[in-house]
Structures are given as structure tokens and as C-alpha cells.
T-cell receptor, first 117, second 114 residues
């Protein structure tokens, strides 16, 4: 089946620094990738949708200057949390949609746990 | 807007017990419905889906039927195993109205004890 990887799986950074999270589709071309945030014991909140080669579309209330998303190729999207603060600590999950697959097929990465100290 | 409501957990069961997780939804347009499962330390996996009313999705012994009249998509399994311990998410995509984006319920943690 389709595999999506995320790197790193865990990261700890100091307040004020930036951290980059990578999301890769390993065996298919991801025309669309999604970034979610999951709070403890809560559901996934969609942060943004990115299409390869174009700017990401952010959900209401998500700061695009703080959460920079780049989808430079059909197999890689990155999320950069800029000037991180402790309230940015969370579990970040990406998913990818295969352009050749049915509209509802989304493959999820294993997630990245970010802790900001 | 679109929303999904599912029963809060945790749900604790003994092995071979019957599992039901309730899920109801509100949506604009005609949604497709999904159940995702998240095993400890892993990403979400699609468990089953239904794309039109009265469809029954099934996989790994789990079933859910798309009930348009009650706007529900309850998940059931007749005999759970310890390996079914996970968090289960009900979700929908409402075509056109929401740009094919998934809307998730809050998740239900299921713990199956031997």
C-alpha cells in the first residue's frame, strides 16, 4: 500500500527557534498534501492544504507566517514552525493524496511530536 | 458547516466482546463517510468507507452502515481482540462544499483487555 513518512518523529526545540518537519510519499506522487495538528486526546485539526508547485491554502485561524508550508515536489512537503513557542507543542500529522486514486484516498504519515521548551 | 460527533472514550472491553462506537454527522452536500484507526505510535489508517446511503463498509471484522435518515455511521465489531486496541475516528468528506477535505470526529479510544 501507499506509504507516507515523516521526519523527524520527535523533536524538542527551544522557544524562539524554528523547526522543519518533512513529509514524503514513498511510492506514489502526491498531488495534494494536508497538514494536521492533533492535541492530546483530541481530534485532528486541518491546518492547511498544499498542492505541488503552488501556495498552500490555510484554514481559518492558522497563521501562515508562523506555519510555513512548502510543497516543492510531488513527493515532498515541509512544514516549518517559525519562532516556536510552548503553545506550538503538539502532534503534527501529514497526509497525502495520490492524484491517480479516488478522491477519498488519503494516506497518513506517522506524525511528528513537537515539544517547545 | 460540516461536523462529526462520536462517542467519547475510553471504551474498555474484554476480548471477544461486542463493540459499538456511535457516530453522527451534519454536512452540506452529500458526504462520503469513513472510519479511520490509529494504532499506538502509528499514523491513521483507513478502516472502511461508504460513499452513498445504505452502503455498508466492512474490513477486518468491522462494519458500518451509512444511514442517511439518521445521519449516522456507527462502527461495530462482533468479537474484539486485544489487537483492536486503538483510537477510532469517524470522518466525512462533503464533495464540492468543502473542497474534498476530511472532517474528523473527536476520536474514541478503545482498550481491549485479555
Amino acid at each position: 500500500g501507499a506509504v507516507v513518512s515523516q521526519h523527524p518523529s520527535r523533536v524538542i526545540c527551544k522557544s524562539g527557534t524554528s523547526v522543519k518537519i518533512e513529509c514524503r510519499s514513498l511510492d506514489f506522487q502526491a498531488t495534494t498534501m494536508f497538514w494536521y495538528r492533533q492535541f492530546p486526546k483530541q481530534s485532528l485539526m486541518l491546518m492547511a492544504t498544499s498542492n505541488e508547485g503552488s501556495k498552500a491554502t490555510y484554514e481559518q485561524g492558522v497563521e501562515k507566517d508562523k506555519f510555513l508550508i512548502n510543497h516543492a515536489s510531488l513527493t515532498l512537503s515541509t512544514l516549518t514552525v517559525t519562532s516556536a513557542h510552548p503553545e506550538d507543542s503538539s502532534f503534527y500529522i501529514c497526509s497525502a493524496r495520490d492524484g491517480q486514486a479516488p478522491f477519498y484516498e488519503q494516506y497518513f504519515g506517522p506524525g511528528t511530536r513537537l515539544t517547545v521548551t | 458547516g460540516n461536523s462529526v460527533t462520536q462517542m467519547e472514550g475510553p471504551v474498555t472491553l474484554s476480548e471477544e466482546a461486542f463493540l459499538t462506537i456511535n457516530c453522527t454527522y451534519t454536512a452540506t452536500g452529500y458526504p462520503s463517510l469513513f472510519w479511520y484507526v490509529q494504532y499506538p505510535g502509528e499514523g491513521l489508517q483507513l478502516l472502511l468507507k461508504a460513499t452513498k446511503a445504505d452502503d455498508k463498509g466492512s474490513n477486518k471484522g468491522f462494519e458500518a452502515t451509512y444511514r442517511k435518515e439518521t445521519t449516522s455511521f456507527h462502527l461495530e465489531k462482533g468479537s474484539v481482540q486485544v489487537s483492536d486496541s486503538a483510537v477510532y475516528f469517524c470522518a466525512l468528506i462533503a464533495i464540492k462544499a468543502a473542497g474534498n477535505k476530511l472532517t474528523f470526529g473527536g476520536g474514541t479510544r478503545v482498550l481491549v483487555k485479555p
